[in-house]
Nanobody
Framework: QVQLVESGGGLVQVGDSLTLSCVIS????????MGWFRQAPGKEREFVEA????????DYADAVKGRHTISRDNAKNTVVLQMNNLKAEDTAIYYC?????WGQGTQDTVSA
């Protein structure tokens, strides 16, 4: 059974940085494209970024381009999301997604 576990969320201030991690178990990471989504209060879940199985292709939502970097370490079954210059509108629950499986989410709160 595939499981995704996110970590690294927290409370930060505008302009700060935050790093999220997603560890997959039950299936080799190297065979999966991975993505991050987020859901802000009162809004629908939205795509944030994704990375291809070998990490050669990365796709970012316009709202985070230039501020976010997604990377992966297949040997450690881990995908990392580095978020810089955080804005209040980045406040959301961030979910890792792969192989039709969602993680439980991690809360990121950016205060002004």
């Amino acid at each position: 059974q595939v499981q995704l576990v996110e970590s690294g969320g927290g409370l930060v201030q505008v302009g700060d940085s935050l790093t999220l991690s997603c560890v997959i178990s039950g299936r080799p990471l190297r065979s999966l494209a991975m993505g991050w989504f987020r859901q802000a209060p009162g809004k629908e879940r939205e795509f944030v970024e994704a990375i291809s199985p070998k990490g050669r292709i990365r796709d970012y939502a316009d709202a985070v381009k230039g501020r976010h970097t997604i990377s992966r370490d297949n040997a450690k079954n881990t995908v990392v999301l580095q978020m810089n210059n955080l804005k209040a509108e980045d406040t959301a629950i961030y979910y890792c997604y792969a192989g039709a499986v969602w993680g439980q989410g991690t809360q990121d709160t950016v205060s002004a």
